[in-house]
Nanobody, 122 residues
Framework: QVQLVESGGGLVSAGGSLRLSCVGS????????VGWFRQAPGKEREFVGG????????YYADFVKGRFTISADNTKSTVYLQLNRLKPEDTAVYYC???????????????WGQGTQVTVSS
């Protein structure tokens, strides 16, 4: 069974940075690709970005605009979300999620972490 645990959230001033970590466990995790999502108070959850199974290719939602970077260390089963130039509107609970990848199919994101709170003060 694949499980995800996020960490690294906290309180930061506008313009600051944080690095979130998502550690995967379970024998099958090597066949799962990871994405990051966030949910602000009173808003729907939105996709932030994701990374390919190999960890070589990352892709982002338009609103990221070069401020966030996703990377992976497959030797540590960890995916990172580097948050730079943070704005108060980035305040949200950030979740990592995983989806199974095979040669022919990619599932939906169906494994979720517990989330980590990011609060950006103005």
């Amino acid at each position: 069974q694949v499980q995800l645990v996020e960490s690294g959230g906290g309180l930061v001033s506008a313009g600051g940075s944080l690095r979130l970590s998502c550690v995967g466990s379970g024998r099958a995790f090597a066949r799962y690709a990871v994405g990051w999502f966030r949910q602000a108070p009173g808003k729907e959850r939105e996709f932030v970005g994701g990374i390919s199974l190999s960890g070589e290719t990352a892709y982002y939602a338009d609103f990221v605009k070069g401020r966030f970077t996703i990377s992976a260390d497959n030797t540590k089963s960890t995916v990172y979300l580097q948050l730079n130039r943070l704005k108060p509107e980035d305040t949200a609970v950030y979740y990592c999620a995983a989806r199974r990848v095979t040669l022919t199919t990619t599932s939906s994101y169906d494994v979720w972490g517990q989330g980590t709170q990011v609060t950006v003060s103005s």
